[in-house]
């Protein structure tokens, strides 16, 4: 149950690596900011560093990387690598774009909680963003 | 109007409210000889004359069937000149380079940058010994190559006259594109190494340097399938792109350039996407426009100035993952619109495209579609076949309207750079993708395999996985190049393209100096940047 003040859920979309297809990741921050939530767009070209440091002075409940490169299997984990390591270990991580379903268990093993290939439904993502961050809210 | 109500009164509802496009054009229920031109002499013509809007030959097809042109590229150069091989064999006609992320954005390959992006989106190319590998066993005295590089296209061209060069092959005679268009990289496709002014300097050193040393050249691709890739309408498609052009015109006859000696080998690149219709109208329009434009406004007087002329890509964006052979007609729709609409150069997309870069089986069933459109279909038979259909004429007009709505909208602003600065195009784009994405997701727009009609249990397609061995090859490959080298004649031609960057000097003859040498890209783009500096967007969504 959300207090009434609760905050606004804050979520980083981010745009990993030289990878310049930004379509899917601003329909998402738009979508996700029109159904209430702050959202942080990191814009194009970030390294893992960048991300991970966003993540953290923007105190990010989830973060949604993009990434339509084909170098997602060494983004990702690097990623997740750098969150683990100083300490943020509860940030609702989702993986978007070209990935090819054998790659998807891997990630999840990463701790990547949900990957959206192409053709995933725009409210389907929102809903299960809102879902895991208010879960993470519940738990503190 | 009339027609809907009769309709109606006889009892036939139509299925929906409105029809349109799916940029969103309306649609009427008939189109009769009041939509056609009003004076179809001067208002359409022929093809091969002014306003050349059936076409910019005339005999078309007949007299010559597009180029078969499969975009291509991954790994290294060993793999692609493979690949290169396999698509000539197979009945491609021309050549089309695909590189890789570190090399459209100007990094080598062992940059801290290039981690994990190696050979992935296409070939990695860091020197001239990469391109001479590239290009082994192909004369490029007889074939075209059309290269997909922006930002540092200066260099690759460099490297592609030096690999001419050694073959033998004077620049006079190389013959191809590379695409050079650098704002729609700020707009759509988001490879950049420079600020604006500087990249803009560049395109017109390139403009310059081939219309003196390349005849059979095109120094830039002006393109909008990138701008309709990332969301854009046909329309917007269309404007942008053409505004884009007239940009570069613009600036070639700042820099003291006839336009008779340079606009002949300006070349388009549009997309072919999945309204069939629309499609046609846009490509018809778009000769209309720029034919006009380029006698009226910029003061052509060549027919072989006013003449667009264009290669096509199959909507990349229109591919879907779910059921991917549903993809194969989708392709083929697409190209058939292209063929229809005249264009000059076309590449099919595979049907395996939506997740990874294409098999050998896939791309082959996508040249073959190609084969069965020039030979089998009756297509290729005569020019604009289309030509005086009602409903093609006035959505032509209609399109061309459109485009003129959205000049006049940017001149508002300041021009197409100054439009740029201010985001115009960049929130059209956001704004046009996030209705599409709303219509698809409430089901107002079908796709196919993704919102209806759909499989519960996908079988797998068995995709092309690139070897993450192919990074450390390729690093290796570079490390091989900086060992080979004279160190002493890098670091001078360095330095004077360091110099001349500072200068107004047309920039190819240090750019192929260093080239020579074994200048790496990602040094002569560095190097560049210390003059230039580099650009970072604030993106709008």
């Known amino acids: 149950m959300e207090a009434a003040t609760a905050r606004k859920i804050r979520v980083v979309v981010a745009k990993p690596g030289l990878d310049g297809h930004d379509r899917g990741a601003k329909i998402i921050a738009r979508a996700l900011r029109d159904a209430g939530m702050e959202v942080i767009y990191t814009g194009l070209h970030q390294t893992p560093e960048q991300i991970a440091e966003t993540v953290i002075q923007e105190d990010a409940d989830a973060v949604g990387l993009s990434i339509l490169s084909g170098a997602h299997m060494t983004l990702v984990p690097r990623v997740v690598e750098l969150l683990k390591e100083q300490g943020v270990d509860d940030v609702l991580i989702t993986v978007g774009g070209t990935i090819p379903a054998d790659d998807v268990p891997q990630l999840q093993e990463l701790g990547v909680a949900a990957v959206f290939t192409p053709g995933a439904g725009t409210d389907e993502i929102v809903e299960f963003i809102r879902a895991g961050a208010q879960e993470r809210h519940a738990r503190d | ?541």
């Open chain 2, 1 to 541: 109007m009339a027609a809907k109500q009769s309709a109606e009164r006889a009892g036939r509802a139509e299925r929906e409210a409105t029809f349109s496009t799916i940029s969103g054009q309306s649609i009427e229920p008939l189109y009769g000889p009041e939509d056609g031109a009003t004076d179809p002499a001067t208002d359409i013509g022929r093809p091969g004359s002014y306003p050349f809007t059936r076409g910019p030959y005339e005999s078309m097809y007949r007299g010559r069937l597009w180029t078969m042109r499969q975009f291509a590229g991954f790994g290294t150069v060993e793999e692609t000149n493979e690949r290169f091989h396999y698509l000539l064999g197979h009945g491609q006609t021309g050549l089309s380079v695909a590189f890789d992320m570190p090399t459209l954005m100007g990094y080598d390959s062992d940059h801290a940058r290039s981690l994990g992006e190696v050979g992935r989106e296409g070939v990695a190319v860091d020197s001239l010994d990469d391109m001479e590998q590239l290009f082994d066993g192909i004369p490029l005295g007889g074939v075209t190559t059309s290269m997909t590089v922006n930002a540092p296209a200066a260099i690759l061209l460099a490297f592609y006259v030096l690999v001419g060069e050694k073959q033998g092959v004077p620049a006079e005679e190389l013959g191809g594109t590379i695409q050079t268009d650098i704002l729609k990289e700020y707009i759509a496709q988001k490879e950049w190494c420079f600020p604006i002014e500087p990249a803009m300097r560049l395109v017109t050193d390139m403009i310059e340097w081939c219309s003196q040393n390349m005849p059979r050249w095109h120094p830039v691709s002006i393109s909008g399938y990138h701008i309709r890739e990332a969301g854009s309408t046909a329309q917007q498609e269309l404007a942008f792109t053409l505004k884009d052009g007239f940009t570069y015109v613009e600036r070639a006859l700042e820099r003291g350039l006839d336009i008779d000696d340079f606009a002949p080998r300006l070349s388009f690149f549009f997309n072919a996407h999945i309204d069939f219709f629309e499609e046609i109208a846009k490509y018809r329009a778009a000769r209309r426009i720029w034919a006009r434009e380029m006698r009226e406004t910029y003061g052509a007087t060549r027919e072989e100035s006013m003449r667009l002329r264009f290669h096509a890509q199959t909507a990349g964006v229109s591919l879907t993952a779910q059921q991917p052979l549903n993809n194969v007609v989708r392709t083929s729709l697409e190209a058939l619109s292209a063929v229809l609409g005249g264009t000059q150069s076309l590449h099919t997309n595979s049907f395996d495209e939506a997740l990874a870069l294409p098999t050998e089986e896939a791309v082959r069933v996508a040249l073959r579609t190609q084969q069965i459109i020039a030979f089998e279909s009756g297509a290729s038979n005569t020019p604009d076949p289309l030509g005086g259909s009602w409903f093609v004429e006035r959505l032509t007009d209609e399109m061309e309207q459109a485009a003129y709505e959205y000049f006049a909208r940017i001149d508002e602003l300041g021009g197409m750079v100054e439009a740029i600065r201010r985001d115009f195009p960049q929130r059209e784009i956001a704004d046009a993708s996030f209705e599409y994405q709303r219509r698809v997701d409430e089901r107002r727009q079908i796709v196919v395999g993704v919102n209806d009609f759909t499989l519960e249990d996908e079988p797998e397609t068995p995709i092309l996985r690139i070897d993450p061995a192919l990074e450390g090859k390729q690093v290796d490959r570079l490390q091989t190049t900086r060992a080979g080298r004279d160190t002493a004649s890098v670091e001078a031609a360095l330095a004077d393209l360091r110099r001349a960057a500072a200068t107004d000097e047309n920039l190819m003859p240090p750019i192929i100096e260093a080239a020579r040498a074994r200048a790496t890209e990602g040094e002569m783009i560095a190097a560049m940047q210390e003059v230039f500096g580099t650009y970072t967007e604030s993106p709008v969504f």
